[in-house]
């Protein structure tokens, strides 16, 4: 009789944990590119050049001209946990990089192709290494795993290759190429929105024209111009809104501050279009969103949505950015007041708008 008692319980192996751990973080090729925008930004790039072969799937190659890596930190780069931003606990409550845990690049050695060419400004020529399950390895057989001098500019390029190659569940639970690239132009999409002074570009490996390129002039209502279009660009409402407290002279860790760029009542998208940064992270939150929505509701007609694009600046020690491993959903004290303070402000400005209009026509 097997059937009655329970199964033994036994360890998995280390890189079966591994492989199982690096999913929860890198979902699909958009979500791997989040995390490798946000390393750029942390090592304050200026330029941002993203090439992509089937979605991602197949190549996914990110190249700025940030800071770059020092040689000496290249063995341990992909380990767990290995990461150039905090050394301390303290440091979590006021973190202003995008990352912390050094979590993704030893996620990506578990689940795809690692190799990176880096250089800093003092290395007199870059370094090329390759990764596998958090670990140098060499890029051939035959060859030592060490790092391989090469020539190169300042900056990091990193490739992602055949991701999910060795998690077969994983793989088919992507879409097709030409979906996955539309889910990566969209991440690009909303951070080149956000960082107007930054030069992003992205396309296809082998193609000529890029499908997203950005020059660092442009201030955010030029790139959402760019980006999304006339049609949108030529309704935007720019509104900003600060907590009750924000003039107060004092360090209160509930003081905010947040800028909107909003359609009017003329705009009529198929859908709400929501870009939403907190403390200038992409991140998504449905409490937002329906309050959005739902002040629209009351000014568009039926089927007819917003575009919103809305940045949040919280103070460091009033947000959680550590309850989802993409980060992807934060926490903030005093969530509903502040939604309600900003949807008000949202509502007011779009309805004051309409009624002006409204007014110029009768006159
Ligand atoms: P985290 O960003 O949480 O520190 P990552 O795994 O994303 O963890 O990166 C690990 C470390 O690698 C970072 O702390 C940083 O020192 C370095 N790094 C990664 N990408 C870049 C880059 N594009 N330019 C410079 N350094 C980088
Ligand atoms: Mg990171």
Not at 207 to 220: A, F, G, K, L
């Amino acid at each position: 009789e097997t059937s009655s008692g329970p199964l033994p319980i036994r360890r998995l192996h280390d890189s079966l944990i591994n492989r199982i751990a690096a999913g929860e973080i890198i979902h699909r090729p958009a979500s791997a590119l989040k995390e490798l925008l946000e390393n750029s930004l942390d090592a304050r790039a200026t330029s941002i050049r993203v090439t992509v072969k089937d979605g991602g799937m197949k190549l996914l190659q990110i190249q700025d001209n940030g800071c770059g890596i020092r040689k000496a930190d290249l063995p341990i780069l992909a380990e767990r946990f290995t990461t150039s931003k905090i050394s301390s606990f303290s440091d979590l409550s006021r973190i202003t990089t995008y990352g912390f845990r050094g979590e993704a690049l030893a996620s990506m050695s578990h689940v795809a192709h690692l190799s990176i060419v880096t250089k800093t400004k003092s290395d007199t020529c870059a370094w090329k290494a390759y990764y596998s399950d958090s670990l140098l390895v060499p890029p051939k057989p035959g060859l030592t795993p060490d790092p391989k001098p090469c020539a190169g500019n300042d900056g990091t390029i990193i490739t992602i290759e055949d991701m999910f190659y060795n998690t077969p569940t994983r793989l088919s639970s992507l879409r097709s190429p030409s979906e996955e690239y539309a889910r990566i132009l969209d991440v690009m999409t909303k951070y080149a929105v956000h960082n107007p002074k930054i030069s992003f570009l992205c396309k296809k490996a082998g193609s000529p024209s890029p499908e997203i390129s950005t020059s660092p002039v442009s201030d955010v209502s030029q790139a959402i111009r760019l980006l999304y279009g006339h049609s949108i660009a030529k309704e935007l409402l720019h509104v900003e809104i600060t907590s009750e407290n924000h003039r107060l002279d004092i360090d209160d860790p509930e003081r905010w501050s947040a800028e909107a760029y909003c359609t009017s009542a003329n705009f009529q998208g198929k859908k709400t279009v929501l870009i939403l940064f907190i403390n200038h992270r992409l991140v998504e939150s449905s409490a937002i969103k329906k309050a959005i929505e739902s002040v629209y509701s009351g000014i568009l007609p039926k089927g007819a949505f917003p575009f919103i694009y809305l940045s949040i600046e919280i103070d460091p020690r009033s947000v959680d950015v550590n309850v989802h491993p993409t980060k992807r959903e934060v926490l903030f004290l005093n969530e509903e007041a502040i939604i309600e303070r900003i949807s008000d402000a949202i509502q007011r400005n779009v309805v004051g708008q309409s009624q002006s209009r409204a007014f110029e026509y009768q006159t």
